[in-house]
């Protein structure tokens, strides 16, 4: 069964909205990661939060956690064009072999 | 861009043919990875190795097996493939922080056609 469920599954705004993706998982973490991936594309890592973490951000990024909820959410602000992927949430468990486990994804397209 | 390749980029072949799937990388990474996806799946693991010679399944095994007899190179391996196995095959390394694999990074994939 998959571990994290992104929402919504589409995603469609404008240029300079913000867009917000959430990441639901079932068990503990030791941290969550989220990956781009354009279409046909390999996937590109984002930003990772680790489970003490509250809030990361990196550039126009912005990764929430909240481990009571087991849930997470992913930022863009001000959009662009070229921000049209899919995202994805990934949890790792811990462990030593940093097996991660993926969610199906947020397809974003953002609007000219 | 971790320095992974995958070959071949594409692949048709028929059912109940043995298949090998490579994966290349330049940078020495002891962890390297092999994931599917499928619509409606996301990305699942079908195995992993750790380091030389050292392999462990993942979510989706059955029908795969891999080789690992050199740091830079993971071989994926269908051996008799079925329809099921048509998908998209990624690659992935494990960069380390801390001595620990955190951060993956992902080869270009190879899309796999099983007749």
């Known amino acids: 069964s998959q571990q994290g469920e992104e929402d919504p599954q589409a995603l469609s705004i404008q240029e300079g909205e913000n867009a917000t993706m959430n990441c639901s998982y079932k068990?503990?973490?030791?941290?969550l990661q989220w990956y781009r991936q354009n279409s046909g594309r390999g996937l590109v890592h984002l930003i990772l939060?680790?489970?003490?973490?509250r809030e990361k951000h990196s550039g126009r990024l912005r990764v929430t956690l909240d481990t009571s909820k087991k849930s997470s959410s992913l930022l863009i602000t001000a959009s662009r064009a070229a921000d049209t992927a899919s995202y994805f949430c990934?949890?790792?468990?811990?462990?030593?072999?940093?097996?991660?486990?993926f969610g199906t994804g947020t397809l974003l397209a953002v609007q000219p | 861009d971790a320095g992974i390749t995958q070959s071949p980029r594409h692949k048709v072949t028929e059912t109940g043919t043995p298949v090998t799937l490579r994966c290349h990388q330049t940078?020495?990474?002891?962890?390297m990875y092999w994931y599917r996806q499928d619509p409606g799946h996301g990305l699942r693991l079908i195995h992993y190795?750790?380091?030389?010679?050292?392999?462990d399944k993942g979510e989706v095994s059955d029908g795969y097996s891999v080789s690992r007899s050199k740091t830079e190179d993971f071989l994926l391996t269908l051996e008799s493939a079925t329809s099921s196995q048509t998908s998209m095959y990624f690659c992935?390394?494990?960069?380390?922080?801390?001595?620990?694999?955190?951060?993956?990074?992902f080869g270009p994939g190879t899309r796999l056609l099983v007749l």
């Open positions: 992935a390394i494990s960069r380390t922080s801390g001595g620990a694999p955190e951060t993956q990074y």
């Open positions: 068990t503990s973490i030791n941290n």
């Open positions: 939060i680790r489970s003490n973490e």
């Open positions: 990934a949890t790792d468990l811990g462990g030593a072999t940093n097996k991660l486990i």
């Open positions: 940078e020495n990474h002891r962890y």
């Open positions: 190795s750790y380091g030389v010679k050292d392999t």
